[in-house]
């Protein structure tokens, strides 16, 4: 607990000193506020933060990555993570860590955006139930998304590779739903259940589904587990 | 406080280590020496616990690097040959992070930085970057870093490589004061670093411990037999006539020309027969002025030169 919290503490002092979340947190902010503003100015707009929730999610799939991209690229390239793995400290102590950091940053982004909402209740009469769903839906698509873009981290020393395999990993979990409408059954029906995408639209309208509760935790759990299964095969290497 | 017992490396199909097995006792300074190459990395990783061995047994202070890794960890300070460092880091935050990560308590963090930037003369740079350092000093840090935690063992991977020979001089003295705290195996390509630091030398050659013996042992093992340096005014063909027909000399080389005034001659004698007071009293009960007589140890270069064309040889 002490050496996650410590390697938690260490990533979030990064975070802070590199340039790279400001820029993606700052692009992240100015995209989604476009498409707001864009929503809520449209003809027979509604008070509500359905669309910037889909935005949200959809740029978080490039966010992600971005967010975790260097957390264990990096330790390879320095050649850190010899030292990091000599050390008294459990490798699932050192994924935890890492992604809690990034987890953390997440959640400050998207409190950044409660400004929207704030928006809406000055000017409108929002339906409360659905904001707030639509965050936690929003809150689990993302820590799904950085455990995704942490694994791809694991599996490379150069950042931008990591990048575009987190990204490419999670586009493929997203729209795997399009890929559902072309066949029919249980095919269909598997593939829908593997969607991130398809699991977010509850959420949206207010309602909180414990299996896509549990898709997302799931989702983090699998690749988190996967990210310490691929830092122990570094060690053969 | 160390021990590897058969301990094998593949890579694939490629053996990096082969059947390495050696204790070391605590206090020791043992050297590993070999040519690039030879897997001085690869047995070092092992014995950190970074990566398992494919086969065979390491304890360091009694625990199995594999099975009880993490108690093991606690008693190792590692160098690694690369000295990771975090570059975006100042010195003083990585030793922090190090000093967390090794779970010692924050004032104690404290303190021992302090320690280790004194002994490792960092004090001007303790609060600099370390990007922005040259080699020699993060050499250093990487040190300072791997004894901050006061660990039994200390295991140093080629610490004077690629280093200006001034801050090769100064880290070797470094590590001939942390000698006597710490069990330590440093390995190196380069030969009088070993006899200059290490009480015991482990020569490895392709993943295979070729030889093991203190510095000056290991010359009169690989000749099989002793050198004699002597030095004396006598008649140069009764002299060696005399001295080649002792019991246990095996050769007479005559070093000086003919004609010089002093006559200075090798002895090889049988290995461990120590025959310089049989010289001596040869000399004097002759009537010829003795003027040197010492043993000489063939230079570690000869032997490693003498150790890897051989294995050459056979591979060839
Ligand atoms: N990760 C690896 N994969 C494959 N071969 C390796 C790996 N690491 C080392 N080797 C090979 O193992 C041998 C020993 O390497 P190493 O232990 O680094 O030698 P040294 O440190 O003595 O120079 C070398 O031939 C090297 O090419
Ligand atoms: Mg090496």
Known sequence: MKNTAAIAWKETKSYFTTPIAYIVSSMFLVLTGIFFVNDITAPFAEASVRGFINWASFFTLFLAPLLTMRLLSEEQKLGTLELLLTAPVRDWEVVVGKYLSALALYVVIMALTLYYVVLLYWFGDPDGGPIYSAYLGVFLHGAAALAVGLMASSLTGNQIVSAAVGTAVLLTLSFIDEVADLVSGVTQNVLLGFSMNNHLLDFRRGIIDTSSVAFYLSIAAVFLFLTVRFLETRRWR | ?316
């Open chain 2, 1 to 316: 406080m160390i021990e590897l017992e058969n301990v094998t490396k593949n890579f694939g199909d490629f053996p990096a280590v082969t059947d390495i097995s050696f204790r070391v006792e605590p206090g020791e300074v043992l050297g590993f020496l070999g040519p690039n190459g030879a897997g001085k990395t690869t047995t070092m990783k092992i014995i950190t616990g970074y990566m398992p061995p494919s086969s065979g047994r390491v304890t360091v202070a009694g625990f199995d690097v594999v099975s009880e890794s993490l108690t093991a960890r606690r008693h190792i300070g590692y160098l690694p040959e690369t000295v990771p460092l975090y570059t975006d880091m100042t010195v003083e935050e990585y030793l922090g992070f190090m000093g967390t990560i090794r779970g010692m308590p924050r004032d104690r963090i404290r303190s021992r930085i302090g320690d280790v930037i004194d002994v490792c003369r960092l004090e001007e740079y303790q609060s600099s970057h370390i990007s922005k350092l040259s080699k020699g000093f993060r050499q250093r840090v990487g040190i300072a870093q791997a004894i901050l935690h006061e660990p039994d063992v200390l295991i140093l991977d080629e610490p004077t490589i690629g280093i200006d020979p001034i801050q090769v001089v100064e880290t070797r003295q470094l590590i001939k004061n942390l000698a006597g705290d710490h069990t330590v195996i440093v390995s190196t390509h380069i030969l009088p670093e070993v006899s200059m630091l290490c009480q015991r030398v482990i020569i490895i050659h392709e993943g295979e411990i070729v030889a093991v013996d203190a510095p000056e042992n290991l010359s009169t093992r690989l000749r099989g037999s002793e050198r004699i340096e002597l030095e004396m005014r006598a008649p140069r063909d009764e002299a060696t006539r005399i001295i080649e027909s002792l019991e246990d000399v095996t050769g007479v080389t005559a070093v000086s020309p003919r004609e010089a005034e002093v006559l200075s001659i090798y002895v090889d004698a049988v290995a461990g027969s120590d025959t310089r007071a049989e010289l001596a009293s040869t000399v004097v009960s002759r009537g010829w002025d003795l003027l040197t007589l010492r043993s000489t140890g063939m230079t570690l270069e000869e032997i490693f030169l003498n150790l890897t064309m051989s294995e050459d040889l056979e591979t060839a």
